[in-house]
């Protein structure tokens, strides 16, 4: 399956998998999966939530623009800054500012982890776009 046909069925966020923490999902392996989901959620901004900080929040609109649009094109993943092959969180620079993106797995109900981040039926992904400072 191409990355275009399964951002396109990642759509869906009721969709179900039938994948474990130890077992390989339909579309890969589970940290393959999880990477599609975190991939998608921040390249699109579907597929969870995305949020904000408040040092960020107060930039001016065409710097945020910048950062969100910056994270949304982030592909430099290697073994040093995403060591479990998710994509959930890299550090980069925008307009001379260091900025930290990180993706967290909560239950739907936002009250606990996801028990399976492989899984969009069971679990809220939340992109966290920070300045460093703000960490």
Same mark, same amino acid.
């Not at 396109?8 to 390989?24: I, P, V, Y």
């Not at 092959?85 to 925008?94: F, K, P, Q, R, Y």
């Given at each position: 399956?191409?990355?275009?046909?399964?951002?396109?069925?990642?759509?869906?966020?009721?969709?179900?998998?039938?994948?474990?923490?130890?077992?390989?999902?339909?579309?890969?392996?589970?940290?393959?999966?999880?990477?599609?989901?975190?991939?998608?959620?921040?390249?699109?901004?579907?597929?969870?939530?995305?949020?904000?900080?408040?040092?960020?929040?107060?930039?001016?609109?065409?710097?945020?623009?910048?950062?969100?649009?910056?994270?949304?094109?982030?592909?430099?993943?290697?073994?040093?800054?995403?060591?479990?092959?998710?994509?959930?969180?890299?550090?980069?620079?925008?307009?001379?500012?260091?900025?930290?993106?990180?993706?967290? %797995? %909560?239950?739907?109900?936002?009250?606990?982890?996801?028990?399976?981040?492989?899984?969009?039926?069971?679990?809220?992904?939340?992109?966290?776009?920070?300045?460093?400072?703000?960490?």
């Amino acid at each position: 399956m191409t990355t275009d046909a399964a951002a396109a069925r990642m759509k869906d966020s009721h969709m179900t998998l039938d994948c474990s923490f130890s077992q390989n999902c339909a579309l890969g392996s589970r940290q393959q999966r999880i990477a599609q989901l975190n991939d998608s959620l921040r390249r699109t901004g579907q597929g969870g939530r995305v949020v904000l900080t408040a040092g960020v929040a107060a930039l001016q609109a065409t710097v945020i623009a910048d950062i969100v649009a910056t994270v949304a094109r982030f592909d430099k993943f290697d073994g040093d800054n995403d060591p479990y092959g998710e994509h959930d969180c890299a550090v980069l620079e925008v307009g001379g500012k260091a900025i930290i993106w990180k993706v967290d %797995y %909560y239950d739907r109900a936002m009250q606990f982890g996801s028990d399976d981040p492989a899984d969009p039926a069971v679990t809220t992904r939340v992109l966290t776009i920070m300045l460093s400072e703000d960490y």
